[in-house]
């Protein structure tokens, strides 16, 4: 029963995850940027600090608490753009043809030429750091799965008899593509946000790492990860629970991905 | 002539319709051919008439029924239907209120995340019924007229049977109380056992609301039993028309007379010299002649040379073939 | 049995079963027939009723999860549900062979449809290559593809439907095995190009002495194919009767049903248009066949024995067999 492995972890440490980022600033013990105290600069982890501190004495329990807000919101809301992007251009490319998809083709071929995350440091260089840019940066370089997907998934259903059956009922293109394409192209394409909000974190950290993330001292994991970079031999647990915190949000995410993708293979779902 | 004429005008009337796609054709392919899927077809049918259309693969039978829906522009001729030039005075809602489909594949042909109720419920919002309980009562009682129960609105496609699904797709289809209704092989996807309520229904239904049907199979049987009139299509020309006696008694057509050879029963046993020879070609490249000259068992050259014209042999009989006055005895005999 | 009339094959109370996660289900129960040499054999019923899965149990070619669940298949007397794989291999193709009804899935796509045909010589007979090249272009004459020096160098995609299935019954009839199982050969194509490919099976299998098992849910077709027909409902075998006799005295409520309920051309011009006679319910599945006679909650003439006692195949006159309580 490997599926339902699957989805409990993975579900499991999304939910974990999600609670984090909603309850964070009940769960932190003090204040992640005012209660700076140099008296307890690096300390290791201990009964009061459970995670340690870091250079400037804050405690990183609190740190990860709060960061947990900032990464988890660029999670879910640049993979919404991405996802509501791809879909929009896949499903009309699929199902318009012509012109738009050769267009919408090319397009996608671009974005995966360049890498997401060199475009995204473009951008960034073009909006300046902050949370909002991070947002749009990697929210506009990240859907060309979603679109390649989406398209093939619309391509198909397309020529069932139940989207031809509509238009002799008068459905506009529109009407169409909602109420009859991406209600069955959904599955797959939850799929690949799920997968995709796990990558989006993971570029989150990377440009909070160059220090093109959030501004500092607001802690996100990956900014916190770019501050520890000198530490890390030294207290390694200034980088170890951002670290681990990053990591088992987007294990999580994969795993839930890929239960869902079992559960909504449309092969185990169809009857006949 | 007057668009709005007598009052037992045709409701639906296809004048000299030719619908071509070209295929192939770009940077690289030179220049398209025409594929002629269509190719100056004319019929008509009146209200309350069913007319069967018979063909093969590659015949234009479903090209023909897209154009009538609106679906896809006649490159020549029109469709009128009630009246009405289709693209040209009709809208996309006018026509779907006219005329309905019920599709071959009961399983491919409905929504499999829509229940019953959204399948026949949005139709006719999106045709102006708002009321909440009118738009209720309407689906109660159109599942009724098609055999299934109220209270399994609610349900989703996967929870009925083949024959059920095709009682959902004709409730579909006449939920807009459409005047026309084309019926493509309405029951050949379903199991044995289960056609002939189908085709039960589709008759009932048809007396209850004066429905007109177009009728499109390759089920001889079928099509006798459902149709006042036939029109036998060939590489997108219609070649015999006639009410349905005639075709199936006293076909006059060669093509006619080898599709009820082929009918693999024992009833056509003593038809062998009436059989079709070799493939169907392709509309990309027809024959010259007669398209059906390479495959008639009856071709003489002049058939090679010349294509026949849709001629009246009887009244309301049109053939076009060289030789129809020879086959002038009944297939049978 | 002896010698001159042993049967060319006998599947004797033959049952396949369907496992799921659910349980194990008689997918087929206790059929059995007999072909004789060079006869001509027809199996008909609906979808799931076993016909197509009985087909590939003759083959070997069942798989999960369908299982042999009892039962013998003999060929010239000789059991072969038991035989290795690699006998069962050299047995396919030389002795049984097969053709399907898409014969585009049953085809390489990637090999020209003559070396198709060649392996069949070479693989067993042992011809060389050269050799079977040469007969290859052969058989496709001998079923009648025209150009056919040509027609061998094309790949499956280039050729139409009907020419695809007569490369199919070339392959098939390669190595002149002793009987041919057609399964829906002609579901796919369009009415004209089925009757020629049906007379054309016919007519090579009649010259080579082949028997056929042909399987379909078109009553017409195997009638006017077969000398004797066995119809299926929901894995059982419920009426054995000579084609002839099929369309005129069906035995079997079911049976009777179907002929009843089909409208047959010129039904209407002797008789007027009439309602067709409905069988009411619908085809059971696999894993809910009723108890009893598996016919009975569709049937008009059941009683109370039908729900609990499964009906044994009673022999009739001329070698016909019926499955029912209250046949005839």
Known sequence: MKIRANLAIGGGLTVLALAVGIFGPWLAHTDPIMDANLMNAELPPSREFWFGTDQQGRDIWSRVMYGAQISLTVGVVSQLINTAIGTALGVTAGYWGGWWDDFVNGL????????????????????????????????????????????????????????????????????????????????????????????????????????????????????????????????????????????????????????????????????? | MDKHARADQALLSVEDLAVYFPIGGGVFSGKPQMLRAVDGVSLSIKPGESLGLVGESGCGKSTLALSILGLVNATKGRVVLDGKTVGEDTDRLDVARTVQMVFQDP??????????????????????????????????????????????ADLYPHEFSGGQRQRIGIARALILKPKL????????????????????????????????????????????????????????????????????????????????????????????????????????????????????????????????????????????????????????? | MSGANMPLLSVEDLHISLTTDAGRFPAVEGVSFSIARGETVGLVGESGCGKS??????????????????????????????????????????????????????????????????????????????????????????????????????????????????????IALACEPDLLIADEPTTALDVTVQSEIVDLMKELCAARGTAILMISHDLGLVTDTCKRVCVMYAGRIVEQQDSERIFNSPQHPYTQGLVASLPRLGMRARHGRRRLTEIAGVVPGITSYPAGCRFHPRCTRRTEICETVVPELTALAEGSLVRCHHHG
């Open chain 1, 108 to 272: 996608t071929n671009l974005m995966l030429a360049i890498p997401s995350l060199i475009f995204a440091l473009a951008i960034m260089a073009i909006l300046g750091p902050g949370l909002t840019s991070l947002l749009i940066a990697l929210g506009l370089t990240n859907w060309s799965y979603t679109c390649r997907i989406s398209r093939a998934q619309a391509l198909a259903v397309k020529s069932q008899g139940y989207v031809q059956a509509a238009r002799v009922l008068g459905y506009g293109d529109f009407r169409i593509m909602f109420t009859q394409i991406l209600p069955n192209t959904l599955g797959p394409i939850i799929v690949i946000a799920t997968l995709g909000m796990g990558g989006t974190i993971l570029a989150e950290a990377a440009l909070s790492f160059l220090g093109l993330g959030v501004r500092p001292p607001s802690p996100s994991w990956g900014s916190m990860l770019s501050d520890a970079r000198e530490t890390i031999t030294t207290a390694p647990w200034l980088s170890l629970f951002p670290g681990m915190a990053i990591f088992l949000t987007v294990l999580g995410l994969n795993l839930l991905g890929d239960g869902l993708r079992d559960i909504l293979d449309p092969q185990s779902r169809s009857r006949r």
């Open chain 3, 53 to 170: 899965i009985t087909a590939l149990s003759i083959m070997g070619l069942l798989r999960d999860p369908l299982g042999l669940a009892g039962g013998k298949i003999k060929l010239s007397g000789q059991e072969i549900q038991n035989l290795p794989a690699s006998q069962l291999r050299a047995l396919r193709g030389k002795r049984i062979a097969m053709i399907f009804q898409e014969p585009m899935t049953a085809l390489n796509p990637l090999k020209a449809v003559g070396t198709q045909i060649a392996e069949m010589f070479v693989l067993h007979q042992g011809a060389s290559w050269r050799e079977a090249e040469a007969k290859a272009v052969d058989a496709l004459t001998q079923v009648k593809v025209p150009a056919p020096a040509q027609r061998a160098k094309d790949f499956p995609h280039q050729l139409s439907g009907g020419m695809r299935q007569r490369v199919m019954i070339a």
């Open chain 2, 107 to 152: 399983y491919a042909s409905l929504n499999p995340r829509q229940t019953v109720r959204r399948t026949l419920a949005d139709p006719l919002r999106l045709h102006g019924v708002s009321n909440a309980g009118e738009v209720a009562d309407r689906v109660a009682e159109m599942l009724r007229q098609v055999g299934l129960r109220p209270d399994q």
């Open chain 2, 181 to 333: 209704v084309i019926c493509d092989e309405p029951v050949s996807a379903l199991d044995v056992s289960i056609r002939a309520q189908i085709i039960n229904l589709l008759l009932e239904l048809q007396a209850e609301m004066g429905l007109s049907y177009l009728m499109i199979s390759h089920d001889l049987g079928v099509v006798e039993h459902m149709s006042d009139r036939v029109a036998v299509m060939y590489l997108g020309r219609i070649v015999e028309t006639g009410g349905w006696r005639e075709i199936f008694e006293q076909p006059r057509h060669p093509y006619t007379r080898a599709l009820i050879a082929a009918i693999p029963d024992p009833l056509t046993r003593g038809l062998a010299r009436e059989k079709a020879r070799g493939e169907i070609p392709s509309p990309l490249n027809p024959p010259p002649g007669c398209t059906f000259n390479p495959r008639c068992p009856h071709a003489i050259d002049h058939c090679r040379a010349a294509a026949p014209m849709l001629s009246a042999v009887d009244d309301g009989h049109l053939v076009s073939c060289w030789r129809a006055d020879e086959f002038a005895t009944p297939i049978s005999a």
